[in-house]
C-alpha cells in the first residue's frame, strides 16, 4: 500500500524506442497490482512514473509488462525496470531487461538478485524458470552446419535468428559500411593493378595503400629475418601451435649428409632450448581449386631454438611428412641458398595461416563461444546468477557467426575463393580438429604447462593470458560464492548440471572423452568451468584475432594460398617465391577482407565494461568493481612493459580485449 516511484529506461540504439503503449504490473510475495498503461518508450530516454497503489504487495518478485498496438508492432528496447516502495525508506527493486520487446504477450521480468534452484527454497520462481526455460528451447534450437562438426544455433539466414541476438543499428552500420569501404578498395587496386606484372617481392607494395599500423609496417621490413619468423610463433596472430620438444619427432627423418644437424637437434634438446612446431593436420587435406587454377598445401614441421636472450631461431624446416616407399623430404636450414630458406618459411607462414584462422580462430574461440551461447539461452533462466555472470560475453556471438558461415567458410564464400584449403578442406581440417579440441587446451595454465611455454620470458601472450586467466577466475569464484556456499549446492542445481551437460553432450557432440565435464560437482569445478567459458570468450578469441592486421597486411608473410607445389630442391629464385605466393587478385581479396575483420572495432566493448546491469544488490556489484580494478591495474602493466619492447605485445590488455566475441 501506498505510492511506488518507477523508473523505465529505453536503449540508446536508432529503434529503440516506441510508439506502442506500455502497461505495466507489479507482482510481490502476496500480491499484484496493476498499474496500467503508464507509458509510450521513448528512446535513449529514463522515464518516471509515481503510482499510488492500493493492495499489500510484500517484496516484489516480477514486473510484468505488454506492449499494446492496435495496428503496428512497434518494437521496444527495454533496458530495466527500477521499482522503489512506499515511503522515503522504501526498499529498490532493480528488474533487469536489455531485451527487445515484440507482440502482444506478457512478458515477466524477475528482480535482480538473482537465485539458484537451491536458493529458491519457496519455489517463488519456479514457474517462471519453467516457462521461460520451455519459451527459450523453442526460440533457440540446435542446428549442424555440417556433419561432423560441433552444433550451433539453428537458422540459414539473419532473419532467423532471435531478435536479442542481432546487432544493434549501431554495430549494423559499422560493420556493413566497413565491409563496403572494403570492397571499394578492393575494387580500386584490383583496377590499378590488373594489368601490371608481378616479377619481385617488393610489388606486394601496389597492395599496401594505407590504415595500417606501426606493427605492420614493420612487418613489411622485417618479415624475412630468421627472429622474426619465430617471434610469430610466441607472439603473433597464432600462438597456440609452438611447443617444447621432449624429443625429436618421429616425422623427422634425416636424409644423408644431415648428421650435424641432427647432433645439434640433440644438443638443444637436452638443453630444454628446443621447439617445435607442427602442422601434421594439415597432411592429406585437398587443396582448393581458384579460377580453374590447382592451389597446394603443405604439412610443416619447424624446429627452433630459444636462444638466452629470448629470440626464437629456426633450425630447419621439413615441409612434407616422409612416405613409406619414397626418400625422405628435404629438411631446409638456414645456410641454404637465400631464396631457397625463403620459401620454405613463406610455406610454414601459408600453413600458419590455415590452422589460425580455422582451427585457433574458428573453432577455439567463434565456434565454441556459439555453443556456450545457445546452451546457455537453453539451459538457465534469467534469474540463474551463472545466466547473469555470462550472458554480457556472448553478445552478438551467434549473428557474426552466421555472417561467417554465410560468407566466409560458405560454398562460394572467401575461403573458396583466395584460400588453400577452401573448396570442402577447410571443413574437413575443422572436423579433424574438433576431434583433436580438449577441455585442458582451453585452461591456460593447463594449455601453456603441456606445451613447455611457462617461464619463457620472451613469450608475452603466455605471460599475459595467465595474468588475465588469474584475474578471471577470481571475478568468476567471487560471484559464485555469493550463490553457492557448499558443494553439494552446486551438485543438487539442476540447471546448472543441465547447462554443463548442455555444453559437453549436446554441442559439442559428446566430448567427455577430451576432458569435458558433463557435470559438474563441486565449487572449484563450477569455477573453472565458468572460467574457461568466459577466457574463451574475451581473452583467447582477442589473442588471436587481433593480430591479424598487423600479421597479414603483408601478403608475403601470411600466404592464404600457394599456386605452385612444394619445392622438393633448393634451387628457388625470385620468380619461384612469385610465382608461388598469392596472384594479385587473391592478394587484393585477402588485404580487405584482413581490413575489415581485422581493423580496430570503434563499436566494441572492452573487457569487463559492459553497462547492462544484470545483478541488483551491493555484493556481486562489489565483485564487479574489484574485477574491473584488477583489469586495470593489468591494463596499465602491460602498457608500461610494452613501453621497453622492440615490439609491444597488446592483443590481451584487457582495455583491447572485447567483452565477447563480436567481430
Same mark, same amino acid.
Given at each position: ?14 529503434? %529503440? ?11 510481490? +510475495?502476496?500480491?499484484e %497490482? %496493476? ?9 535513449d530516454?529514463?522515464?518516471?512514473f ?5 493492495e499489500y ?9 505488454r506492449?499494446?498496438?492496435?495496428l503496428?508492432d ?6 530495466w ?11 529498490e527493486?532493480?528488474?533487469?531487461c ?5 507482440g502482444?504477450a ?12 537451491? $536458493?529458491?527454497?519457496?519455489?517463488l520462481?519456479?514457474k517462471h ?5 520451455e ?5 533457440y534450437?540446435w =542446428?549442424?552446419?555440417k ?6 544455433? %539453428?537458422g ?19 560493420f556493413?559500411?566497413?565491409l563496403a ?11 590499378v ?14 597492395l ?37 620438444s621432449i ?6 627423418v ?14 638443444? !634438446?637436452?638443453? $630444454? ?7 601434421s593436420?594439415?597432411?592429406g ?10 592451389q597446394? #598445401?603443405a604439412a610443416p614441421?619447424?624446429?627452433l631454438? #630459444?636462444?638466452?636472450?629470448?629470440q626464437?631461431?629456426p633450425?630447419?624446416?621439413?615441409l612434407?611428412?616422409p ?11 638456414p645456410?641454404?641458398?637465400p ?18 584462422? #580455422?582451427?585457433?580462430h574458428?573453432?577455439?574461440?567463434h565456434?565454441?563461444?556459439e ?19 555470462i ?13 561467417a ?6 560454398d562460394?564464400?572467401?575461403f ?16 579433424r ?10 585452461c ?10 611457462? =617461464? ?5 601472450y603466455a605471460q599475459d593470458? #595467465?595474468r588475465?586467466? +588469474? ?8 560471484m ?6 557448499t558443494d ?15 555444453? @559437453? ?14 557435470s559438474?560437482q563441486?565449487?572449484?569445478q ?7 567459458c568466459i577466457?574463451?570468450c @574475451? ?7 587481433? =593480430? ?17 607445389p ?12 612469385v610465382?608461388? !605466393? ?5 592478394s587484393t581479396?585477402?588485404?580487405?577482407? @584482413? ?12 573487457? $569487463?565494461?559492459?553497462?547492462? +546491469? ?5 555484493e ?5 568493481k574489484?574485477?574491473?580494478? +584488477? ?5 596499465r602493466?602491460?602498457e608500461?612493459?610494452?613501453e ?20
Amino acid at each position: 500500500m501506498g505510492v511506488y516511484r518507477i523508473r523505465v529506461s529505453t536503449g540508446a540504439s536508432i529503434f %529503440a524506442g516506441s510508439k506502442n503503449q506500455v502497461q505495466l504490473w507489479l507482482v510481490g +510475495e502476496h500480491g499484484e %497490482a %496493476a498499474l496500467g498503461a503508464l507509458l509510450r518508450p521513448c528512446r535513449d530516454q529514463e522515464q518516471e512514473f509515481h503510482v499510488d497503489v492500493a493492495e499489500y504487495l510484500g517484496s516484489l518478485l516480477f514486473v510484468k509488462l505488454r506492449k499494446w498496438h492496435l495496428l503496428q508492432d512497434d518494437a521496444w528496447f527495454c533496458n530495466w525496470i527500477s521499482v522503489q516502495g512506499p515511503g522515503d525508506g522504501g526498499a529498490e527493486y532493480r528488474f533487469p531487461c536489455y531485451r527487445w520487446v515484440q507482440g502482444h504477450a506478457v512478458l515477466s521480468i524477475p528482480e535482480g538478485t538473482g537465485c539458484t534452484m537451491v $536458493g529458491d527454497t519457496q519455489g517463488l520462481f519456479r514457474k517462471h524458470r519453467e516457462e521461460e526455460l520451455e519459451e527459450r528451447r523453442k526460440l533457440y534450437r540446435w =542446428g549442424n552446419w555440417k556433419a561432423g562438426l560441433i552444433l550451433n544455433v %539453428a537458422g540459414a539466414s539473419l532473419s532467423d535468428l532471435p531478435a536479442d541476438e542481432r546487432f544493434l543499428e549501431n554495430k549494423k552500420i559499422d560493420f556493413e559500411a566497413s565491409l563496403a569501404v572494403g570492397l571499394t578498395d578492393l575494387a580500386i587496386k584490383r583496377s590499378v593493378n590488373l594489368l601490371t606484372n608481378w616479377d619481385d617481392l617488393e610489388d606486394f607494395n601496389r597492395l599496401v595503400w594505407c590504415g595500417y599500423g606501426k606493427l605492420a609496417e614493420r612487418v613489411q621490413r622485417s618479415w624475412k629475418e630468421d627472429a622474426f619468423f619465430g617471434y610469430q610463433f610466441l607472439n603473433g596472430a597464432n600462438p597456440m601451435l609452438l611447443r617444447r620438444s621432449i624429443c625429436l619427432p618421429a616425422r623427422l627423418v634425416f636424409p644423408p649428409g644431415m648428421e650435424e644437424l641432427q647432433a645439434r637437434l640433440e644438443e638443444e !634438446l637436452q638443453g $630444454g632450448t628446443l621447439f617445435e612446431a607442427d602442422f601434421s593436420l594439415l597432411d592429406g587435406i585437398k587443396a582448393n581449386v581458384i579460377s580453374c587454377s590447382q592451389q597446394h #598445401l603443405a604439412a610443416p614441421l619447424v624446429m627452433l631454438k #630459444l636462444q638466452p636472450d629470448g629470440q626464437l631461431l629456426p633450425m630447419a624446416i621439413q615441409l612434407q611428412l616422409p612416405r613409406i616407399g619414397s626418400a625422405p623430404p628435404p629438411l631446409f636450414v638456414p645456410t641454404d641458398p637465400p631464396m631457397a630458406w625463403l620459401l620454405a618459411k613463406c610455406w610454414v607462414r601459408s600453413s600458419d595461416f590455415q590452422l589460425h584462422e #580455422l582451427q585457433s580462430h574458428l573453432l577455439r574461440g567463434h565456434l565454441m563461444a556459439e555453443v556456450f551461447a545457445v546452451a546457455t539461452m537453453r539451459s538457465l533462466p534469467s534469474v540463474h546468477p551463472i545466466f547473469k555472470l555470462i550472458i554480457p560475453h556472448l553478445r552478438y556471438t551467434m549473428e557474426i557467426n552466421l555472417r561467417a558461415r554465410n560468407g566466409l567458410v560458405s560454398d562460394s564464400g572467401i575461403f573458396d575463393q583466395v584460400v588453400s584449403s577452401g573448396g570442402g578442406g577447410h571443413l574437413e581440417l575443422l572436423k579433424r580438429a574438433g576431434a583433436l579440441l580438449t577441455y585442458s587446451s582451453l585452461c591456460p595454465p593447463d594449455d601453456l604447462a603441456e606445451r613447455g611455454l611457462l =617461464g619463457i620470458k620472451s613469450c608475452f601472450y603466455a605471460q599475459d593470458a #595467465l595474468r588475465l586467466w +588469474e584475474i578471471l577466475y577470481r571475478y568468476v569464484e567471487g560471484m559464485v560464492n555469493l550463490y553457492y556456499q557448499t558443494d553439494a549446492a552446486v551438485r543438487e542445481d539442476h540447471e546448472l548440471q543441465s547447462w554443463c551437460r548442455e555444453i @559437453t553432450e549436446v554441442g559439442l557432440l559428446g566430448a567427455q572423452d577430451r576432458g569435458f565435464p558433463s557435470s559438474l560437482q563441486s565449487l572449484a569445478q563450477a569455477c573453472h568451468f565458468v572460467t574457461v567459458c568466459i577466457f574463451t570468450c @574475451t581473452g583467447q578469441h582477442s589473442s588471436i584475432h587481433l =593480430g591479424q592486421l598487423d600479421w597479414y597486411s603483408w601478403i608475403p608473410n601470411a600466404p592464404c594460398t600457394m599456386r605452385l607445389p612444394p619445392p622438393t630442391t633448393k634451387d628457388a629464385t625470385v620468380k619461384t617465391v612469385v610465382d608461388s !605466393l598469392p596472384d594479385i587478385s587473391q592478394s587484393t581479396l585477402q588485404m580487405a577482407i @584482413t581490413w575489415q575483420l581485422g581493423r580496430r572495432q570503434p563499436v566494441m566493448v572492452p573487457l $569487463g565494461q559492459h553497462e547492462e +546491469e544484470y545483478f541488483s544488490g551491493s555484493e556481486p556489484k562489489a565483485v564487479l568493481k574489484k574485477f574491473r580494478e +584488477e583489469l586495470a591495474v593489468l591494463d596499465r602493466e602491460i602498457e608500461m612493459r610494452n613501453e621497453s619492447l622492440d615490439i609491444p605485445y597488446e592483443y590481451l590488455r584487457p582495455s583491447l580485449v572485447e567483452n565477447s566475441v563480436a567481430i
